[in-house]
């Protein structure tokens, strides 16, 4: 029987900073999403209405959203008529007001109820990979199978399925995997990697608010060897790409990134971002959008011992950084890393498979490459793990989503909690799953109201097998 979910009524996290005490305090696309983008297993995604992001893919002195407020003037979001400076912060994800912080003065505390399940294929398994909004609801993507399938659906603010549901993205069975979202301000883009063509490649796609393919599919990558775990960006006006790709030395990766327009056209070609570590490749990629830069995360090393690295990129690729900064020194297995865009600088957050705890840590990294906060453990597992962060940066704090299996619940359960910008806790360490066995492989979005959405993959209480679910974190403002 399905177990009812209950609340811990600790759980509420503040959002905004209140004199920098404990109880003030992104995706996207990780995050880094909300009307505004997402990450997913095999890459992350950020952009659309989160601090930094403008546009929608007008010139910078059209008024495109009727507000009386251009980009050029300091219209933070010229999508959203509700974002403008001056603006009257609400619940709903945007910066109402252009001072760099989303929902001031709001809180997010658990919705309720029981989750969702979202995928309703045959397939016995399936796993989340991507989530957005358009601010109405949300775009969720999963994998079903052993990647034969990725299927897109439309959901309401809590989880259910738009009509007509399911609709396929992948083409047949291509051993497709992926699928990280982003909400461009009247699509969806998605990207994605099968090799329908034989090896693996890169592709993407533009989507209605249904999930409707608006154009044909667009081929990213076409050289020999593998091109796997792609990222998506968004700036507001143009789209960034960025995969681990094996056409440079057969079984040694680097990464490659592409520049593209909001109708999915590529704009110049395709760019090396890495190059080979000393005999070691350069690895499942995640990119985060910001004001003036693009950020990327990646790690490098053998099985057991992995180098987070992180470098910033001029908006078309041009490196701003000598090299790459290392965030951990090769001792431990760092992995299951993400970036988001937090107002002025990056966090940077992995967890540790061998350091002690094996924690969730995190980094603050300015656009200089200047680490101005460094390597912090946000998570207090003991001698249990936490892995898979998801983070959603608010500019001036930071709310941090991942599995964790210190309750002994068969498994691993999800956690929240809120980190202030130089990642001091706010509030604290507040499960948030409640089924027996593994919730796993969390994606957070901004949603409708402000809400936030997670996507996950937990063991359904009815089927008794892997499946996608989804559950809400409600936002409501301060008295």
């Not at 050029?72 to 001072?99: I, L």
């Not at 016995?124 to 775009?139: F, I, M, Q, R």
Request: aromatic fraction near 8%; include cysteine; hydrophobic fraction near 35%.
């Amino acid at each position: 029987m399905r177990s009812r979910m209950t609340w811990a009524c600790g759980f509420c996290l503040v959002l905004s900073a209140c004199s920098g005490s404990p109880g003030g305090s992104a995706q996207g696309g990780q995050s880094s999403g909300g009307a505004g983008g997402t990450g997913g297993v095999a890459g992350t995604s950020t952009g659309g209405t989160g601090a930094g992001a403008t546009g929608c893919g007008k010139a910078a002195d059209d008024d495109a959203d009727g507000d009386g407020w251009t980009e050029a003037a300091g219209d933070c979001d010229d999508c959203a008529a509700a974002v403008h400076p001056g603006g009257v912060e609400v619940c709903d994800g945007r910066d109402n007001d252009c001072n760099g912080v989303i929902d001031d003065g709001a809180v997010i505390t658990p919705a309720g109820g029981a989750p969702v399940r979202v995928s309703t294929s045959s397939f016995p398994d399936a796993a989340p990979s991507g989530l957005a909004s358009n601010g109405d609801a949300y775009l969720a993507a999963y994998t079903s199978g052993q990647g034969e399938h990725i299927f897109t659906t439309g959901l309401l603010a809590d989880g259910s399925a738009i009509p007509p549901g399911d609709v396929e993205l992948s083409v047949g069975e291509s051993d497709s995997f992926g699928g990280p979202a982003v909400w461009l301000g009247d699509r969806y883009g998605v990207v994605w990697q099968d090799r329908r063509h034989g090896n693996y490649e890169v592709f993407f796609t533009l989507l209605n608010a249904q999930g409707d393919k608006r154009i044909p599919d667009v081929r990213i990558s076409a050289a020999d060897g593998f091109s796997i775990y792609p990222s998506l960006g968004w700036n507001g006006s143009e789209l960034v790409v960025v995969w681990q790709d094996e056409r440079d030395n057969p079984g040694l990766y680097n990464v490659y990134g592409q520049v593209m327009d909001i109708d999915g056209n590529p704009i110049g070609g395709t760019l090396a971002l890495t190059s080979d570590q000393v005999g070691f490749g350069n690895e499942a990629p995640w990119v985060a959008v910001g004001t003036d830069s693009v950020g990327v995360v990646w790690s490098s090393g053998s099985t057991d011992s992995r180098v987070v690295r992180f470098q910033t990129f001029a908006p078309d690729l041009t490196p701003l950084l000598a090299a790459p900064i290392a965030l951990t020194d090769g001792t431990t297995n760092a992995r299951g890393y993400t970036v988001a865009w937090n107002k002025d600088n990056y966090v940077v957050a992995w967890h540790d498979e061998s350091a002690s705890p094996r924690a969730i840590y995190a980094a603050v990294v300015e656009q200089d490459g200047t680490i101005t906060v460094p390597v912090t453990a946000l998570s207090n597992p003991g001698s249990a793990r936490s892995r898979n962060p998801t983070v959603k940066a608010f500019g001036d704090r930071v709310l941090v989503v991942y599995q964790d299996n210190r309750d002994g619940n068969q498994g691993d359960e999800l956690y929240a909690r809120m980190v202030d910008d130089k990642l001091s806790p706010l509030t604290a360490e507040e499960r948030i799953t409640f089924w027996p066995k593994d919730s796993t492989y969390p994606i957070a979005s901004f949603g409708p109201g402000g809400n936030v959405g997670v996507l996950y993959r937990d063991y359904d209480q009815v089927s008794f097998e892997q499946q996608v679910h989804f559950l809400s974190l409600s936002c409501a403002m301060a008295p």
